[in-house]
Antibody, heavy 122, light 106 residues
Framework: EVQLVESGGSVVHPGGSLRLSCAAS????????MFWFRQPPGKGLQWVAV????????FYPDSLKGRFTVSRDNSRNSLYLQMNGLISDDTAFYYC???????????????WGQGSRVTVSS | IQMTQSPSSLSAFVGDRVTITCRAS??????LAWYQQKSGKLPKLLIY???TLRSGVPSRFSGSGSGTDFSLTISSLQPEDVATYFC?????????FGQGTRLEIK
């Protein structure tokens, strides 16, 4: 059974940093592109980052470039999101998700984690 | 890439045919997915490739379109379909979602 479990969310002051983790199990993690998405309270879904199965490429929306960094450790079946210079607009539930097709990245996502809450507040 | 979804909310009777539309600018071929998110739950992939139903999704759901204009149709609305529906571009980054359509039962 595919499982994705996020951790690391908390309350952080503006300007602070946070690192989210996503532990994967039930599939060959090293074969799949992974995504981060977020959902601010009561709002829609936003794409945050993507990293290819081998970690060779990663992409971000222009609005997050330079502040957020996605990485992965295939030996630990783990995905990470380093968030720096956090602002109130970053307050959201953060989800990791798996690409629906192995060794491809321009595909939809088929499994999502339960989410990790990040609150940026003074 | 801009994804414009309409309507933002929709109320219909059980058994009604319901259609939600999504417009992409620029065009995204057929690289569009539809997700269903029930209140307090995770998004669930319903349709990919604009019209391919994911395994296990009821056949009352269908998708169509290509290029810039897409639609999600529920042929006979059921109470368990109450949810917010999102379209998503996966043709190229940024992998933008539509604003969402909140579907309710009258």
């Amino acid at each position: 059974e595919v499982q994705l479990v996020e951790s690391g969310g908390s309350v952080v002051h503006p300007g602070g940093s946070l690192r989210l983790s996503c532990a994967a199990s039930g599939f060959n993690f090293y074969d799949y592109t992974m995504f981060w998405f977020r959902q601010p309270p009561g709002k829609g879904l936003q794409w945050v980052a993507v990293i290819t199965w081998d970690g060779g490429s990663s992409f971000y929306p222009d609005s997050l470039k330079g502040r957020f960094t996605v990485s992965r450790d295939n030996s630990r079946n783990s995905l990470y999101l380093q968030m720096n210079g956090l602002i109130s607009d970053d307050t959201a539930f953060y989800y990791c998700a798996r690409a629906a097709v192995s060794k491809q990245w321009l595909v939809p996502t088929d499994y999502w984690g339960q989410g990790s809450r990040v609150t940026v507040s003074s | 890439i801009q994804m414009t979804q309409s309507p933002s909310s929709l109320s219909a009777f059980v058994g009604d045919r319901v259609t939600i539309t999504c417009r992409a600018s620029p065009g995204i071929s057929n690289h569009l997915a539809w997700y269903q998110q029930k209140s307090g739950k995770l998004p669930k992939l319903l349709i990919y490739g604009a019209s391919t139903l994911r395994s296990g999704v009821p056949s009352r759901f269908s998708g169509s379109g290509s290029g810039t204009d897409f639609s999600l149709t529920i042929s006979s609305l059921q109470p368990e379909d109450v949810a917010t529906y999102f379209c998503q571009n996966y043709n190229s980054a940024p992998f933008t979602f539509g604003q969402g359509t909140r579907l309710e039962i009258k």
